[in-house]
């Protein structure tokens, strides 16, 4: 018995989000038959991150475990024979069997993509939130520098997780703007429930003038949901990896 | 009686090509009916560049003329409305009466994007041609300076076209690489019915090491379709815009 590490990039346009649900297509869902009809064993994966529906993914992880013959490192090109168009498996290796992909330490990142123009380009239908009007970018910028550091995010957080501490550390929170796309990329140790999606809405406030950028701190401290923006939609939303700190 | 002339953008994954067809939902027969609803009169527009099927568009051109109040510019408001999502105007202004967007000189601008890396990506699978072994985009370039000026493409056409002459002009041809894609951006005076994707698909050849680049202009020479490469798959090709002199 071996327990097998997998980076796994997906579009998330067309499924319920990652988690296993007995009615309607997931990530997971797909995942599990895939590994099972590979293996011939009955086998669920555990995933890192459960995302919501519509948002996507470059590099979550799952892992599972076989007695499968096959190496480690084939399980990537074996699986993307079995898996649609829109999940990929861009690696995969052996892992220590303690590893649990939610329990150990690690450094997630996202990035939030906004598109911003007069009329929204057809490519980016699913993979941006489409803004009409310009966002200055440099006021979101000086919001953004607020959110750094160890915080009780617990404003930013939509409600019905159950978690012990809603304390997070974000390492970094940059924004890029190249052409018509805005670009926030967040790097931190776990996110809440949301929390990615509502410090984009935020700061997308910010950015139409609607939060001057120096009201960040109050709007943190105040653990108020209400006082942060709207949570940005789901399509602009792509984990980009998850590094782990051991295993 | 006016003409209005539209820039229209899609993402062509879901229509079977421009042109209007009685059983299949295309770019045309959308447009068509958006611009009927919209005026209450029967409206077939005229195209600039009837692009096949899965192939993208971010500015082609279309014109119809109408006797409606609506102000020209006011036409791009007022059609995305009614448009789908993967069809977007991205603006709208009278012409003169006389323009015909096919027959009238243009310089139009094409893209061929390759993702090229061991796994694909699924936020790319319906606007990229993925290439699995790495291309090397030095010699790509160097062959592709053979394609610019004016020569006979007869051997960069597919079959069933009707012309007068197979002779084109390629104003230029550059090949970009950011990360995992390169980017074939060809402009010219017009072009051959696949001559982009024969072209993008040659120069592909060239980066798999299967044709010299030395050997480019005696390809062109020869008039000859078996010796030119595959034609590229029509996901990767998009049609960027048209630049027309006069009109």
């Known amino acids: 018995m071996k327990r097998i590490f997998l980076v796994v990039s997906y579009d ?13 297509v997931t990530i997971e869902g ?25 948002v ?13 013959k096959i190496p480690a490192e084939k399980f990537s090109y074996a699986l993307n024979q079995r898996l649609p168009e829109d999940i990929v498996v861009q690696a995969s ?32 239908r699913n993979t941006a939130y489409f803004c009409y009007g310009a966002l200055d970018v440099e006021a979101m910028r000086r919001a953004a520098a607020a959110f750094v550091g160890e915080h009780d995010f617990a404003g930013f957080c939509s409600a019905g997780a159950q ?11 940059e924004i890029k703007r190249r052409d018509d796309l805005i670009c926030i990329r967040v790097q931190g140790n776990g996110f809440l429930y949301n929390m990615v999606r509502i410090i984009a809405g935020t700061l997308i406030e910010v950015g139409k003038g609607a939060l001057a950028p120096e009201k960040i701190p109050a709007v943190i401290a ?19 990896g998850i590094e782990y700190l051991q295993g």
């Open 222 to 240: 105040s653990c108020d949901r209400a006082k942060a923006g709207p949570t940005a939609p789901a399509r602009g939303l792509k984990l980009i």
């Open 56 to 68: 996507h993914a470059l590099g979550n992880v799952a892992v599972f475990d076989t007695d499968s």
């Open 30 to 54: 797909v995942l599990n038959r895939a590994v099972s009809e590979l293996t011939g064993e009955e086998i669920q994966v555990i995933g890192a991150s459960r995302t919501d529906a519509g």
């Open 163 to 173: 978690v012990k501490t809603t304390v997070r550390r974000i390492d970094s929170l």
């Open 93 to 124: 290796r052996e892992v220590d069997r303690t590893f649990h992909p939610r329990r150990c330490e690690c450094r997630k990142t996202y990035e939030y993509t906004i598109l911003n123009r007069t009329f929204p380009l057809p490519e980016y």
């Open 12 to 24: 998330g346009t067309n499924y319920h989000g990652w988690q296993l649900q007995p009615a309607a």
